[in-house]
Antibody
Framework: VQLVQSEVEVTKPGASVKVSCRASGYTFTSYGITWVRQAPGQGLEWMGWISGDSRHTDYGPKFQGRVTMTTDTSTSTAYLDLRSLRSDDTAIYFC???????????????WGKGTLVIVSS | EIVLTQSPGTLSLSPGERATLSCRASQSVSTTYFAWYQQKPGQAPRLLIYGASTRAPGIPGRFSGSGSGTDFTLTISRLEPEDFAVYYCQQYDKSPLTFGGGTKVEIK
């Protein structure tokens, strides 16, 4: 079981970034995906969750209106789309898989290695 | 939003000693929906404990979780060299899900 993410994305203030997370080793549609970010030297921040079948999402209030989470079941890939980027969005973005299949919210058992998103002019 | 406050911020201990980490919630959290994670430099976090007291697969028996309501504890019975890391608590009872600020366990 693993989640594979791209390593680095560099973008400019005001632009958007789309981070991908390709899953393997399990039934993709059975488990939710949560996105967590970590600014340099800081703690963990929950961004939101999408169900494995993409029928349900739950976004953190801080990101509402600026984030969209989607999945492509044909490629077992989850996507995080973050818009109107600011310099303080510079962080490592982790995709994670729920511990239990079918859970609404759950402990985060499987983690990708993270994608470093750099927002800089 | 449920705020999780971890203490202490840093814990300086020697290998073989017992570590006790605390996490206090701003409102009651169901024990079913409380977790602990370990993160080492340059790595993704790793799930240690879920349901407040259940060890995740592959986690050694020296890690234990306890607590209920607003007070939760992670105990490492005897620190091994690989246990020096940052530990985070998390609640997944109510949205938005939240993490504590972390406790760094460092070598004394």
């Amino acid at each position: 079981v693993q989640l594979v993410q791209s390593e680095v994305e560099v973008t400019k203030p005001g632009a958007s970034v789309k981070v991908s997370c390709r899953a393997s080793g399990y039934t993709f549609t059975s488990y939710g995906i949560t996105w967590v970010r970590q600014a340099p030297g800081q703690g963990l921040e929950w961004m939101g969750w999408i169900s494995g079948d993409s029928r349900h999402t739950d976004y953190g209030p801080k990101f509402q209106g600026r984030v969209t989470m989607t999945t492509d079941t044909s490629t077992s890939t989850a996507y995080l789309d973050l818009r109107s980027l600011r310099s303080d969005d510079t962080a490592i973005y982790f995709c994670t898989r729920d511990l239990v299949d079918g859970a609404y919210h759950d402990a985060l058992e499987i983690w990708g290695k993270g994608t470093l998103v750099i927002v800089s002019s | 939003e449920i705020v999780l406050t971890q203490s202490p911020g840093t814990l300086s201990l020697s290998p073989g000693e017992r570590a006790t980490l605390s996490c206090r919630a701003s409102q009651s959290v169901s024990t079913t929906y409380f977790a602990w994670y370990q993160q080492k430099p340059g790595q993704a976090p790793r799930l240690l404990i879920y349901g407040a007291s259940t060890r995740a697969p592959g986690i050694p028996g020296r890690f234990s979780g306890s607590g209920s309501g607003t007070d939760f504890t992670l105990t490492i019975s005897r620190l091994e060299p690989e246990d020096f890391a940052v530990y985070y608590c998390q609640q997944y009872d109510k949205s938005p899900l939240t993490f504590g600020g972390g406790t760094k366990v460092e070598i004394k």
